[in-house]
């Protein structure tokens, strides 16, 4: 079971002043502390990461690089200049302060089937944020992705109770089909300190992609110590 570090709020600190700094590259030191994969998402208003990162993150990363975007001709021409190791899919609003909701594959299946084909074409592993409904998850494997990152959003926003219990059952049906199908399953969205280890129990899920909590815990105890300290509960598992 890896962890893979999104460090989009590392740009968005920086974004904040207007400043150079903090550069979010200095973030691979979390693959020294034993993170396997940096994850950033470029999104159309650049509110945070920018081409710039994306082309220092591609020479300096030495695991491997997951770019997150949305499925338009624009980022598909970031992604085919920058070569990442995985492009991962997902919905974009203008508004939102951060991903809502995984993205709609059964609406968009027509659309989706040529954009991941021609991404793959070109060498890159393609992955969709997609909500733990099964349907979905099947569309998934029907348009051609190599795996999935389910949503535990609603998850990590209940209280310990019968509707976490709830959350986390749906979790845990929807890694268990998408095993099935073939797909390699990480998870992510919302997940820290304190919620990770009953989703990190569960043997489908290869990967976690974590980001505020990380960043935010660096913040007290520095960069490397918070990565060690995320990649411990996990590998409990």
Not at 137 to 158: F, P, Q
Not at 214 to 224: F, L, Y
Request: glycine letters at 6%; charged letters at 30%; aromatic letters at 4%.
């Amino acid at each position: 079971m890896k962890l893979a570090v999104n460090v989009d709020h590392f740009a968005t600190i920086r974004e904040a002043r207007q400043s150079n700094e903090p550069e979010p590259v200095l973030a691979l030191l979390s693959e020294q502390a034993g993170a396997e994969g940096i994850v950033c998402h470029i999104r159309s208003d650049r509110r945070h990461i920018k081409e710039r990162d994306l082309r220092l993150f591609r020479e300096a990363i030495k695991t491997k690089l997951n770019i997150e975007m949305a499925a338009t001709e624009e980022m598909k021409s970031i992604a085919l200049e920058i070569k990442p190791d995985i492009v991962s899919l997902v919905p974009e609003r203008p508004e939102e302060l951060t991903t809502e909701g995984g993205l709609d594959v059964i609406s968009n299946e027509k659309q989706l089937q040529p954009h991941i084909k021609e991404l793959r074409n070109a060498g890159i592993r393609v992955s969709i944020f997609v909500d733990p409904d099964l349907k979905q998850i099947e569309a998934c494997h029907r348009v051609g992705v190599d795996l999935i990152e389910i949503n535990t959003g609603k998850y990590a926003d209940l209280k310990n109770g019968e509707e976490r219990q709830k959350a986390l059952d749906e979790i845990k049906r929807a890694a268990e089909r998408g095993h099935n199908l073939g797909l390699e399953i990480h998870a992510g969205h919302g997940l820290d300190y304190k919620n990770i280890l009953p989703v990190a129990a569960i043997p489908e899920i290869t990967e976690f992609s974590i980001g505020f909590a990380i960043v935010a815990r660096s913040a007290i105890v520095g960069i490397e110590k918070a990565v060690r300290e995320m990649v411990d509960l996990i590998e409990k598992y």
